[in-house]
């Protein structure tokens, strides 16, 4: 099958936030493929995503355009400044999704639900809160099913039932640390066709007794 039919198609909706004018060098696509590999393959920032598209620049044009080179940095930065991230992330989970991976494998078999703070994402001086998500995480492949974003950690009780509504977790088992003592979670998971084990903290007395 052709990247068309497995890629492309999935991310075809993605409106381009540039202006669209002569000046525009680097096709979308290009741009969130090329960003999407550097981040399977370990890159954890733009200037890492352009260090590994030079690094497999012949193996990446064999399938995308790059008519006009390599994207810079300043590139990768301004687009995902103002894309729209949600549409963007329905558009990844479609592709993966399409993937057709067998619910009774490894994929399947324990999917961790817990939270992150993103470091350096906050600023005291300028009262910006730091970015907090609460993602899905398929332990054995390595893969994030999904994600929502909070406005500060007390917000993930509220943030993993929308979680949990994204995702297909039928046939697995749900991780989920202190935070995921809620009844109404283990109910969902319940409901959705699959198990949990939940962690939870020597403050919940009653629980642990």
Sequence with gaps: MSLEETFFVHFENLEDPRQQNHHLKHSLI???ALSILGTICGANTVVEVCEFAEANLEWL???????????????????????????????FRSWI???????DGPL?????????????????????KP????????????????QVKTEEKSNE???VPKLLEKIDIEGSIV?????????????????????CTVNFKGSQGGLEK
């Excluded at 995902?80 to 992330?89: M, S």
């Excluded at 999704?97 to 619910?103: C, D, I, K």
């Design 61 to 91: 044009q064999s399938f995308l355009d790059l008519k006009n080179g390599m994207p810079s940095h300043d590139i990768f930065e301004r687009v995902f400044a103002k894309i729209n991230l949600t549409f963007f992330e329905e558009c």
């Design 97 to 103: 999704n399409s993937l057709g991976l067998s619910q």
């Design 175 to 195: 991780t989920l640390d202190a935070m995921g003592c809620q009844t109404k979670f283990q109910q969902q998971i319940i409901n959705q066709q699959s198990d």
């Design 108 to 128: 399947k078999k324990v999917i961790a639900i817990d939270g992150k703070t993103s470091r350096g994402s906050g600023c005291q001086t300028k009262k910006i």
């Design 30 to 32: 290009d741009i969130v």
């Design 157 to 159: 009780i509220t943030a």
């Design 131 to 146: 970015i907090h998500t609460v993602a899905a995480w398929a332990s054995s492949h390595k893969i994030m099913l999904g």
